[in-house]
């Protein structure tokens, strides 16, 4: 295959430096090389931008890396038709492992027009993305630390969790301040309780009385203080979300009117796939890029099982806990779908299942920009009457 780009370079990207090898030549002549080193700072990418500006370069890739394309990505982009390729897609022939090798090869096949570029959301999308993803470790940061402030309470022997069932309630943070005081008797911190447990108060009392020691009453306030400081930075990321949600407003507003999507599912769907969807094309190809549709395995005329692609974790994540919820609403389509696949295969397929079609929804009320349009519960039985009948 002959080359196509006459002016092209690749880039081996790392933490601290970067290596650029650019190929110029038309096809069938020699083919000037020139390696050069820039460092990762700002100054040296703006310094490598001088450089390919001189050089008159029409293409370049990279490979994804890490996070430490993003910096090079950000000063490149708009200027130079710049491809963030998949490094597993990219790899060179085994045992010619170098800076320079790698830069070469990559340079290669961006001139021959051989690397299929990765999707790179816009800027704004970009921008959001980082602040759903900073939402969702916040509060996976803050589950886990819910898990430590029980595990000390098992540790003193005080049974709050077996009674109570939100332990991070009203109820149970005015216990739990009482408990890290530790000046109440059990009698009256259950008096603390509020609302309906209020009925199980000598319950209560019984599962206070333990083994409270002076630095389990640090580690709880130290749990309670961390909790408190992680409920203020998710409120600002929160915050934040909403400003930089402006834009796609509308979008985010559909994506509300499918089940088990809602505003924070919305706003983390739109941060990692942006509103624009002739990137994929199709449902069913946004869907395997996604992750949430089952692999292909056939040689010979046979099918083998093979696994789901690995996807978008973040995505492929909120998919997943949208279709859960989505299949617990009453009268409708992901519920009976749900309900026909768990009893044939099982709760963890019927999940993925779910996932899969609530993404082809996300993808369709995207493209159209139409709401969700429920089909309901009897929808499977109306357009298979002969499987309807022979059950």
């Keep these: 295959m002959g080359p196509i780009i006459e002016r092209c370079c690749g880039l081996d990207v790392h933490q601290a430096v970067i290596v650029a090898c650019i190929l110029v030549g038309k096809a069938g002549r020699k083919v000037r090389r020139e390696v050069r080193q820039f460092a990762a700072t ?8 001088d450089w390919l500006r001189e050089e008159r370069i029409e293409a370049m890739a990279m490979e994804s890396t890490g996070v430490y394309w993003r910096p090079v990505y950000n000063v490149l982009e708009g200027e130079f038709r710049l491809i963030v390729g998949n490094a597993q897609h ?32 816009p800027r704004p999308v970009r921008a959001l993305r980082d602040l759903t993803r900073a939402r969702a470790a916040a509060i996976r940061g803050r589950t886990a630390e819910r898990n430590r402030l029980l595990k000390v309470l098992e ?5 709050i969790a077996s009674v109570a069932s939100d332990v991070f309630g009203v109820s149970g943070m005015r216990m739990l301040r009482a408990l890290a005081e530790g000046k109440l008797p059990p009698a009256q911190i259950a008096e603390l309780a509020v609302g309906r447990l209020r009925q199980k108060l000598e319950e209560l009392t019984l599962a206070l009385e333990g083994s409270l020691e002076p630095h389990h009453r640090f580690l709880i306030d130290l749990h309670l ?48 796939i942006g509103v624009d969807m002739s990137a994929w094309g199709t449902a069913e190809r946004f869907a395997a890029w996604a992750g949430i ?28 806990g949208a279709g859960v919820s989505a299949s617990r609403k009453k009268d409708s389509y992901f519920l009976d779908k749900h309900r026909r696949i768990k009893a044939r ?15 082809k929804a996300v993808f369709h009320v995207l493209a159209k920009r139409e709401p969700y349009r429920e089909l309901g519960a009897g929808y499977l039985d109306r357009i298979e009457p002969a499987r309807l009948a022979k059950s």
Excluded: Y
């Design 155 to 159: 540790c003193a022997n005080i049974k």
């Design 90 to 121: 990219m790899k060179n022939v085994p045992g010619r492992k170098t800076d320079v090798k790698e830069c070469e090869w990559i340079a290669e096949l961006r001139r021959h027009g051989l690397i299929r570029a990765s999707f790179v959301p």
């Design 293 to 320: 549709c089952p692999g292909n395995n056939e040689s010979a005329g046979k099918r083998r099982r093979s696994a789901v692609r690995k996807g978008n974790i973040a995505l492929k994540t909120v998919l997943h």
């Design 42 to 49: 700002t100054a040296g990418l703006l310094a490598l931008a």
């Design 225 to 272: 203080r961390v909790l408190a400081a992680t409920d203020v930075a998710v409120e600002e990321i929160e915050a934040k979300i909403d400003e930089h949600l402006e834009p796609f407003r509308a979008e985010h507003r559909l994506l509300t009117t499918i089940p088990g999507v809602d505003t924070a599912n919305a706003a983390a769907i739109i941060g990692e």
């Design 345 to 359: 295969r099982g709760p963890a397929r019927a999940a993925s299942v779910m996932a899969h079609k609530l993404g």
